[in-house]
């Protein structure tokens, strides 16, 4: 083979790699636009506003704010700058979340995350078995997050809200993802992509906590790359981690499981099993004082936090996008490829499990009606931040 023709094939197979990262980067942004899109359609019209109208708007808003920002307003900005502008928008984030938390009665408002938590902590802490006690929303409405999301939310709940773990995982996220890049300037690009996803704001309002439980495993895996905890060097720790995260939902595993597969697949005989019992193990002892809370009637196993994440569901959807996330997790080559297919992937898994529910139930509503939960499309928003502000291999 010549020279040149060694050339033009670098050549077209470097064109293609770029095609297929744009092609990425395209998708992802469709993913943080349509989520949006599902929470301004779906709660603008409480105030009179036609849907079509504001999606309309909000679109045309964000695409130009992104690309006044990428193409105009970037060049401009020093890391000196963006590190003064990040900390405004941060400290007015936390301001608006003590005025939500200040003047938002979470007892007015048909979302049960807040009371789920809170009135566990305080059966918890009066010696009543937590997974017992419903919500304010519904007596059918049980707590749903797993035990170590609980003890998590202990410091805020003992400051009067658990609302204030909204701020802390702010700074969570935004702190480590300052550690993994040491930029400002991706801290800026990520807190500006928060401040104009109405998603974010619904959660604020709310005291909804799934996108803040998405961004604390977010942050740990940037904390992973960061400090090379990885399978090969210390499973020990990564299996800890792992534990740890799948013992505050259920959905956090899917983020967790693509990131670790095909490291875990790449490790001795000997590493994975003592992964799998390490992270396993994690789970149990989280588990554990719920389990033998009652030993005479076995209280957990008529009521635990299982029968909530899990619910109805359709067992073809999850066998099959079970088998997607197998094949999306053994092509891992990047982490530029990860956070981008796991963004796309969770909107997608969420969008069809929410489908399968109203195809199974049978009952004529749409994803717009007060039936249908739009708030697990969040958990896509933190892997597509880090995917958009973090487009190099």
């Known amino acids: 083979m010549s020279q040149n023709a060694g050339h033009h094939i670098l050549s077209a197979r470097t064109m293609e790699r770029r095609f297929n990262k744009d ?25 009179g506003i036609d849907p079509i109208y504001a999606s309309f708007t909000y679109s045309v808003l964000f695409i130009g704010l992104v690309w006044v920002y990428r193409h105009a307003l970037k060049k401009y900005i020093t890391e000196r700058i963006a590190h003064v502008v990040s900390l405004g928008l941060i400290v007015g984030i936390i301001g608006i979340i003590a005025c939500a938390i200040l003047f938002i009665d979470p007892l007015t408002i048909r979302v049960d995350r807040w009371s789920a938590t809170t009135y566990f902590l305080n059966a918890l802490f009066e010696g ?30 003992l400051m009067g809200d658990v609302g204030w773990i909204q701020a802390f995982m702010l700074l969570v996220f935004l702190g480590s993802l300052y550690l993994f890049s040491h930029s400002w300037h991706a801290v800026l690009s990520a807190t ?34 960061r400090f090379d905890i990885q399978m090969n060097n210390r499973w020990w720790l990564v299996a800890i981690i792992a534990g740890c995260i799948a013992s505050t939902r259920l959905s956090a595993v899917i983020p967790i499981a693509l990131y670790l597969f095909k490291p875990w697949l790449e490790v001795d005989i000997k590493k994975e099993i003592g992964f799998i019992c390490v992270a396993l193990g994690v789970v149990v002892v989280a588990f554990a004082p719920y389990i033998f809370w009652d030993t005479v009637s076995w209280v957990f196993f008529s009521r635990n936090p299982f029968m909530s994440q899990t619910g109805p569901g359709n067992t073809w959807i999850l066998v099959v996008m079970m088998l997607i996330a197998i094949w999306i997790a053994y ?17 997608i898994f969420m969008l069809v499990s929410q489908f399968g529910y109203i195809i199974q139930t049978g009952a004529p509503y749409t994803l717009f009606d007060v039936r249908c939960d739009i708030s697990y499309f969040t958990l896509a928003i933190p892997f597509a931040i880090i995917a958009l502000i973090y487009q190099k291999e």
Not at 24 to 47: A, C, D, E, H, Q
Not at 194 to 220: H, K, M, Q
Request: glycine residues 2%; neutral net charge; charged residues 10%.
């Open 331 to 347: 092509k891992k080559q990047t982490l530029y490829y990860y956070f981008c297919t796991t963004s796309i992937y969770m909107f």
């Open 128 to 157: 009543t078995y937590p997974y017992g006690v419903h919500t304010h929303v519904s007596e059918s409405n049980f707590p749903s997050p797993f035990p170590l999301w609980h003890y998590l939310n202990i410091p805020f709940w």
């Open 192 to 225: 500006l992509l928060l401040c104009i996803s109405p998603s974010y704001w619904w959660e604020i309002a709310t005291r909804s906590d799934g996108l803040s439980n998405a961004l604390l495993v977010c942050s740990c895996i940037l904390l992973m790359e």
């Open 23 to 47: 092609l990425l980067s395209l998708i992802v942004w469709g993913v943080m636009l349509t989520t949006n899109i599902l929470f301004v359609s779906k709660y603008i019209p409480r105030i």
